[in-house]
């Protein structure tokens, strides 16, 4: 037992010695305090688009936007399907929901696109008998879809930022 308790104080002392800040610190000097909160997210086209939109503006402001937006968030949706598992009958029994985002952030002050990325996820369904289950089961693979997206894009805005941020103070 001792043994594990040194081990571990041992970890987190080499972990403070080496610089190591995570990305989601809590206090006034984290990415999400100085950078992030700067975001305006531009409204995404269709109602998936909406849902995606929601979903980022609780991940990247979720202490509330600043007044004044140094940056803008565009993103771009697709979506698509894709058959998979296929009965002798060649009628589909399980699909893949393809969903890609392209984003953008531009600085509002100059205009220029300072970060692009991208993100993708693929998200499975049951096609049921039942119209009404199939629609529920596909709005279902749709929402975690976007909610994994809106993770993806949300955590390497904030590293962008981390990482920026790190350069801009290490060249001082």
């Known amino acids: 037992m001792l043994f594990k308790s040194t081990f571990v104080f041992l970890g987190l002392f080499v972990l403070t010695g080496c610089g190591f800040q995570p990305i989601y610190g809590a206090g006034t000097n984290s990415v999400f305090e100085t950078e992030m909160r ?38 771009t949706l697709n979506e698509s399907r894709q058959g998979l598992a296929v009965k002798k009958s060649e009628i589909a029994t399980r699909a893949n929901l393809n969903l890609r985002a392209s984003y953008n952030i531009v600085e509002k002050s100059s205009g220029a696109v300072i970060a692009t990325g991208n993100s993708r996820m693929v998200t499975s369904y049951n096609i049921l008998t039942k119209t009404f ?15 994994e997206i809106s993770v993806d894009i949300t955590s390497k805005i904030a590293a962008f930022f981390k990482l920026n941020r790190n350069k801009t103070t290490d060249a001082k």
Request: positive net charge; without cysteine.
């Open 133 to 147: 289950a199939t629609l529920m089961a596909e709005k279902d693979a749709r929402s975690r879809a976007v909610r």
């Open 38 to 75: 700067h975001i305006e997210i531009s409204p995404i086209k269709d109602r998936i688009g909406q849902q995606l939109r929601n979903e980022l503006e609780q991940r990247i402001t979720p202490k509330g936007r600043a007044r004044v937006a140094k940056y803008s968030l565009k993103v």
